[in-house]
């Protein structure tokens, strides 16, 4: 088929499945795959100066985020999760990343609710625009613009983006170059997901669930090396066609809720994990922060690491097993990633190295997961099998490297994915 009958097959398509609801919350789950999320956050200062706590008023974000899988059809998910009042989007934009803030102009597609370029997304709620016919490869950068004329209020965010975010004032939704945008920012805004169609329904994509350390931290800024994206990058190269989602938040714990850090694991796996169209997989890497931060109480100078609770190895598992259940009724998969070593970080005591070696004999021993991925063991200095190896170690003795991370997608086996 010539190039000019597959766009009009693909905008007959799109607009096909617009007519039947499938832009809506009500679309069938296996007629989208999600390709890329983050989860949402509360306002907040968090590690790094943002915009979440001011908001916007007449001004244009643009994030730039790359996809899983590709497909003939976009659409994009915006979260309002934690707005107290309706966010009022005036425009907004897809199209294909050029360079920094600039974009490929050809592929310039406007985003619509139920055709109109202006929406709404109520307190409390995720919106998902219509589809456009815009075919994205497999770990290709697309970027969205946002056009926000009104005040929002504060912001539902994601603290932790390791990519740059834009910021213009006045309305630049449609603007091919770069030059308006003189802000910038490290955070994501509103953006919760980046969804595809028009390939072969399949239940096969991978959610890593966690927190800072599959969030990415201490990986390079803009340089996609967070150890989901290597992973994805090694199922590319196989030729495997499937997507690795990002819903890890930096500070969040299995057990404890924290205004700065996120909702609980076990609270908001099923908005993260459960609800994301097409998953077949989880990898769960959580327990870090639960047992580290009961060390904090009474030495921290960050409050924002507050409530100190003391989390046992016990309480841990337990969250395991909750998110296994909810996991396992819904059909996914289950795979248990050991919790990584932390020794010469601020979460290192022997209280809290006795729990991390419980719960990991659990992860390893009890066989509640379907799979185990043993990070632990993948990152130990040989030398000293409670520290992560120099090579691994961004430099905090806590968080991986670029290395590391590679070390981390190494250590998966694709094979034990659905």
Not at 117 to 145: H, K, N, Q, W, Y
Not at 176 to 188: E, L, R
Not at 197 to 208: I, K
Not at 309 to 315: E, L, N
């Amino acid at each position: 088929m010539s190039s000019r009958p597959r766009r009009l097959a693909t905008i007959a398509l799109a607009v096909l499945i617009s007519l039947a609801g499938f832009s809506t919350a009500h679309a069938s789950p296996r007629a989208w795959s999600a390709s890329w999320t983050a989860s949402p956050q509360r306002p907040s200062a968090s590690f790094a100066p943002n915009w979440s706590e001011q908001g916007f008023a007449d001004q244009t974000i643009r994030q730039v985020v790359r996809v899983g899988a590709g497909g003939e059809l976009t659409r994009v998910r915006l979260s309002n999760a934690y707005g107290s009042t309706p966010l009022k989007v005036a425009g907004a934009t897809v199209a294909r990343t050029a360079d920094g803030a600039a974009i490929r102009r050809e592929s310039l597609r406007h985003l619509t609710v139920k055709g109109a370029r202006a929406f709404t997304v109520a307190p409390g709620r995720e919106l998902a625009t219509d589809p456009v016919p815009l075919r994205l490869a497999s770990l290709e950068s697309v970027t969205i613009t946002l056009y926000l004329a009104g005040s929002t209020g504060p912001a539902t965010f994601h603290a932790q983006a390791l990519a740059t975010t834009y910021r213009a004032a006045g309305d630049h939704r449609s603007d091919a170059g770069g030059a308006a945008f003189t802000q910038t920012s490290s955070s994501w805004y509103y953006l919760s997901g980046v969804d595809v169609a028009g390939g072969p329904a399949r239940r096969d994509g991978v959610v890593a669930f966690g927190d800072s350390i599959t969030d990415g931290a201490g990986s390079s800024a803009d340089a996609n090396n967070r150890y989901p994206d290597q992973l994805a990058e090694r199922l590319a190269a196989a030729g495997r066609r499937q997507a690795v989602l990002n819903q890890g938040i930096a500070g969040n714990r299995l057990t404890v809720d924290s205004a700065w850090f996120g909702d609980r694991a076990v609270d908001r796996f099923r908005r993260d994990v459960l609800g994301q169209p097409s998953v077949g997989t989880v990898i769960i890497l959580m327990g870090t922060n639960d047992i580290g931060i009961s060390e904090l109480a009474g030495a921290s100078p960050y409050p924002i690491f507050a409530p100190y609770p003391d989390v046992s190895a016990a309480q841990v598992i337990a969250g395991h097993r909750e998110l296994i259940r909810a996991a396992r009724a819904n059909g996914l998969r289950v795979i248990g990633a050991t919790l990584t070593p932390v020794k010469g970080s601020a979460y290192y005591t022997p209280r809290s190295e006795a729990k991390r070696d419980a719960i990991n004999a659990w992860i390893r021993t009890s066989g509640a997961y379907d799979a185990v991925v043993d990070l632990d063991r993948a990152l130990a200095f040989p030398d000293d099998p409670d520290r992560l190896a120099p090579p691994y170690d961004s430099g905090d003795h806590l968080h991986p490297s670029d290395a590391g991370y590679q070390a981390m997608a190494a250590a998966v086996d694709p094979n034990t994915f659905r």
